[in-house]
């Protein structure tokens, strides 16, 4: 992992065409190390939580080359690489495990991020009929010592229409993605537990991603 970080480190420094294209057989070698990565770690997910099916890696990683069409931001390459790992891959509406190199904000993280409005109605009717099965998750204690607690950056600031404001556990129908994250400092990125690391955090994530991919049987 270490020759990836330091190809994030330069690129950050060097985010221009010319550079990128000087430097597009490297840009090759450590996409195709985190792929090798990632299909190792698929197979490993892939018996812990068997309802992500195999998806391959190619089919999870997300592309290094940002759509700066409707952006102030005209940097043309993203100085991250991530893999969203669901059944369907990266394009997948269900919940997955997600993986996130860059230097200095690396993290594991998983749920659902900012899900459709179909999406979402769902997942707040799972919910909403078992709140107790949810907070159960929320409580476990190893997602709680891993993820702590759900992202709040996009909470509303109101209960959501259709809902009562009087519902005992109106907070959790609050979010707008129901998501974690655990940071990942770059020197256990480059240790040799790193692995363990990451599917010991997949495995505290299991449970929670099973009770919001409950919505999709509906």
């Known amino acids: 992992m270490k020759e990836i970080l330091d190809f994030l ?94 230097p200095g904000a690396s993290m594991i993280g998983g749920g659902i991020y900012m899900p459709q409005p179909d999406v979402l109605k769902k997942l707040r009717q799972e919910i909403y009929f078992d709140a107790p099965g949810f907070k159960k998750v929320l409580e476990e204690k190893n997602f709680k010592r891993t993820y702590g607690m759900l992202s709040d950056f996009d909470k509303l600031k109101r209960p959501p229409k259709d809902y009562d404001a009087g519902f005992p556990d109106i907070d959790l129908l609050m979010y707008k993605s129901y998501a974690v994250m655990h ?29 919001l991919n409950r919505a999709f049987l509906l």
């Open 9 to 102: 480190r330069e690129l950050k420094d060097n985010n221009n065409r010319e550079w990128f294209d000087l430097n597009r057989d490297r840009y090759q070698q450590v996409k195709a190390q985190f792929e090798d990565y990632l299909n190792l770690m698929i197979g490993e997910l892939s018996r812990i939580d068997p309802t992500i099916g195999f998806p391959a890696a190619k089919d999870s990683v997300f592309r290094i080359f940002r759509d700066v069409r409707f952006s102030k931001d005209k940097l043309p390459y993203k100085t991250n690489f991530g893999a969203f790992i669901a059944n369907g891959g990266r394009k997948s509406p269900q919940a997955g495990y997600y993986l996130h190199l860059e």
């Open 183 to 211: 940071q990942l400092p770059d020197e256990v990125v480059v240790s040799e537990s790193f692995p363990k690391v990451i599917i010991d955090s997949c495995k505290a994530m299991v449970d929670f991603n099973r009770f």
